[in-house]
């Protein structure tokens, strides 16, 4: 299974929501990652777990909780959010490390508004 | 930090003939991946580049990483209305921490 899935496909929320993204892979990689992509822009690093452990944030403001509650298992937590982080919300896992090629969920398109 | 440009932003080609896209890094890579995204889709894995003048081919496609390894390239033979999409370059540095992506080459093929 190569496969990295993520819910919900899509997500309205108001400026005031608190909703969740939520990813998950059984591929046994222990690095898993968020990044946000804006239209016709690249993938834009958000967070590395690495082996359940936040290894990089990218000075991503704080209305962005992450979460790697076991090593399948990667969660993003939104409040507050600002029409500007409307995306797309891609989840990838990696074998261990970044070294390693990439597989990415379907992603989950926001709008915020 | 490590900046990774890519060349051209958009190409639009008739189907047969030829595509290349370019990626510079600021820095010296570890390695380079390429990544394809279709429209609508997500980044797909394509390859690997790792040695210092490396050469690999998959098929019409033709990556190159070059000797410095600061540069690579991807070079698609006789492409198909199949080829559509973005291709990424992402750059790890040498620390191997993350990688970078370039800005992506938009590729559109004619019938």
């Known amino acids: 299974d190569t496969e990295v899935t993520q819910t919900p496909k899509h997500l309205v929320m108001g400026m005031t929501n608190k909703k969740s993204l939520k990813c998950e892979q059984h591929?046994?990689?222990?690095?898993m990652y968020w990044y946000k992509q804006k239209a016709k822009k690249p993938p834009e690093l958000m967070f590395v777990?690495?082996?359940?452990?936040?290894?990089i944030n990218e000075s991503v403001p704080s209305r962005f909780s992450p979460e790697c509650p076991n090593s399948s298992l990667l969660n993003l937590h939104l409040h507050a959010l600002q029409p500007e982080d409307s995306a797309l919300y891609l989840c990838a896992s990696s074998q261990d490390r970044p070294t390693t090629e990439q597989y990415f969920g379907p992603g989950t398109r926001l709008t915020v508004t | 930090g490590q900046q990774v440009m890519q060349i051209p932003q958009y190409q639009h080609v008739q189907e047969g003939e030829d595509f290349t896209t370019y990626c510079n890094s600021s820095?010296?890579?570890?390695?380079i991946q390429w990544y394809k995204q279709r429209p609508g889709g997500h980044p797909v894995f394509l390859i690997q580049l790792v040695k210092s003048g490396e050469v690999k081919k998959q098929k019409r496609l033709t990556f190159q990483f070059g000797e410095a390894k600061k540069n690579s390239s991807l070079h698609i033979t006789a492409t198909q209305t199949t080829d559509v999409g973005t291709y990424f370059c992402?750059?790890?540095?040498?620390?191997?921490?993350?990688?970078?992506f370039g800005e992506g080459t938009q590729l559109t093929v004619n019938p």
């Open positions: 820095t010296t890579l570890s390695n």
């Open positions: 591929m046994g990689h222990r690095a």
């Open positions: 777990y690495s082996y359940e452990k936040l290894s």
């Open positions: 992402a750059g790890l540095g040498t620390s191997g921490s993350r990688l970078t």
